[in-house]
């Protein structure tokens, strides 16, 4: 049996998909990272449970939370380097394939169903034939741009989530001196990241003179804000996404996606309700003399947790039948 492997490898999570080549689904698996030293004890374990005859598996695609420069990649987020020539040493794969995890994601979206797995958060005036552009927080903040080609997409990933944080206004102020006293360089993933909502809450606590607060974990603070039952959380979440549609729009004017800005990542699609408020475009679309230019483009919120897993299947599936 000819089986096809995908793996999505975030800071915090990894999900792994082991499918035959036609697409149907034979396992899959999440695992949370902090419980393995490396990605070869996780990806042991999976193995371990997979039947004789689905080995060797013929083509692997892992979409890691790194930039790619070639066979060995560190994580930017976790302390695990991933050595592609060691994982075919020790492991029954025959090919091994490398990439971004917002490749992924990038190729992922068009293995979407627009109806299901998209929330239009902006309608728009969509151009098919000109470029995409992706951006999602989660553990990091990933960015990518896509270029359409004959058959699809061409996806080309970016660092750009470590570009500069700068304030929307004065009282974005205060937040930007106050992470200069824990970091050297302040970029958006500093706080578009579960990390970064952590200390929005933190920093919003002490503005509003609360001393004694507790250490909540980011999906605390998106419970608490969806529930409506501590203010502080609200005010951090409203925050986060202010923040997150201006890095948008940056995204957005830099690259003009006229064929549509997708959000990705877990956060956006657990605090749904604060992005269809309006605070995401009303932020997004704060460009001044260039608002007119970012009504035009549509902008998707992406709730399907599995896009980037879809993608890197997609991989696995092409690189097996170019090799």
Same mark, same amino acid.
């Given at each position: 049996?000819?089986?096809?492997?995908?793996?999505?490898?975030?800071?915090?999570?990894?999900?792994?998909?082991?499918?035959?080549?036609?697409?149907?689904?034979?396992?899959?698996?999440?695992?949370?990272?902090?419980?393995?030293?490396?990605?070869?004890?996780?990806?042991?374990?999976?193995?371990?449970?997979?039947?004789?005859?689905?080995?060797?598996?013929?083509?692997?695609?892992?979409?890691?939370?790194?930039?790619?420069?070639?066979?060995?990649?560190?994580?930017?987020?976790?302390?695990?380097?991933?050595?592609?020539?060691?994982?075919?040493?020790?492991?029954?794969?025959?090919?091994?394939?490398?990439?971004?995890?917002?490749?992924?994601?990038?190729?992922?979206?068009?293995?979407?169903?627009?109806?299901?797995?998209?929330?239009?958060?902006?309608? @728009?005036?969509?151009? %098919?034939?000109?470029?995409? &552009?992706?951006?999602?927080?989660?553990?990091?903040? #990933?960015?990518? $741009?896509? +270029?359409?080609?004959?058959?699809?997409?061409?996806?080309?990933?970016?660092?750009?989530?470590?570009?500069?944080?700068?304030?929307?206004?004065?009282?974005?102020?205060?937040?930007?001196?106050?992470?200069?006293?824990?970091?050297?360089?302040?970029?958006?993933?500093?706080?578009?990241?579960?990390?970064?909502?952590?200390?929005?809450?933190?920093?919003?606590?002490?503005?509003?003179?609360?001393?004694?607060?507790?250490?909540?974990?980011?999906?605390?603070?998106?419970?608490?804000?969806?529930?409506?039952?501590?203010?502080?959380?609200?005010?951090?979440?409203?925050?986060?996404?202010?923040?997150?549609?201006?890095?948008?729009?940056?995204?957005?004017?830099?690259?003009?996606?006229?064929? @549509?800005?997708?959000? %990705?990542?877990?956060?956006? &699609?657990?605090?749904?309700?604060?992005?269809?408020? #309006?605070?995401? $475009?009303? +932020?997004?679309?704060?460009?001044?003399?260039?608002?007119?230019?970012?009504?035009?483009?549509?902008?998707?919120?992406?709730?399907?947790?599995?896009?980037?897993?879809?993608?890197?299947?997609?991989?696995?599936?092409?690189?097996?039948?170019?090799?």
């Amino acid at each position: 049996m000819k089986t096809v492997l995908a793996a999505d490898i975030g800071g915090t999570k990894t999900l792994l998909q082991l499918s035959q080549v036609d697409g149907k689904t034979i396992m899959q698996q999440r695992f949370e990272n902090s419980a393995y030293v490396d990605f070869e004890s996780l990806l042991s374990i999976f193995l371990s449970a997979v039947p004789a005859e689905c080995l060797p598996v013929r083509s692997c695609c892992l979409a890691i939370a790194a930039p790619i420069t070639g066979r060995q990649v560190a994580l930017t987020n976790l302390p695990w380097i991933i050595d592609a020539d060691k994982l075919l040493a020790e492991f029954p794969l025959k090919e091994l394939l490398l990439v971004n995890d917002f490749a992924a994601v990038g190729h992922g979206i068009g293995e979407l169903d627009h109806e299901q797995d998209l929330l239009v958060l902006q309608q @728009g005036e969509p151009v %098919a034939k000109s470029l995409r &552009a992706v951006i999602g927080a989660g553990t990091g903040l #990933g960015q990518a $741009i896509m +270029s359409p080609i004959h058959k699809g997409w061409r996806v080309w990933p970016t660092q750009g989530g470590h570009t500069d944080f700068a304030p929307l206004d004065q009282t974005q102020q205060p937040l930007l001196e106050k992470l200069f006293q824990h970091f050297q360089h302040v970029s958006y993933e500093r706080i578009l990241s579960g990390c970064g909502l952590e200390m929005l809450y933190q920093f919003i606590a002490e503005r509003q003179g609360l001393t004694h607060t507790v250490n909540l974990t980011a999906e605390q603070i998106s419970d608490y804000a969806i529930q409506d039952t501590d203010a502080t959380a609200v005010e951090a979440v409203k925050l986060f996404v202010e923040i997150y549609g201006a890095q948008a729009g940056n995204l957005a004017l830099t690259t003009l996606p006229r064929a @549509g800005l997708f959000i %990705a990542g877990g956060i956006a &699609a657990k605090n749904l309700v604060f992005f269809e408020q #309006g605070e995401f $475009i009303a +932020s997004f679309l704060a460009k001044g003399r260039m608002r007119g230019v970012l009504e035009q483009i549509p902008v998707y919120l992406i709730t399907n947790p599995e896009v980037g897993l879809l993608g890197a299947r997609l991989l696995a599936e092409k690189a097996l039948y170019n090799a």
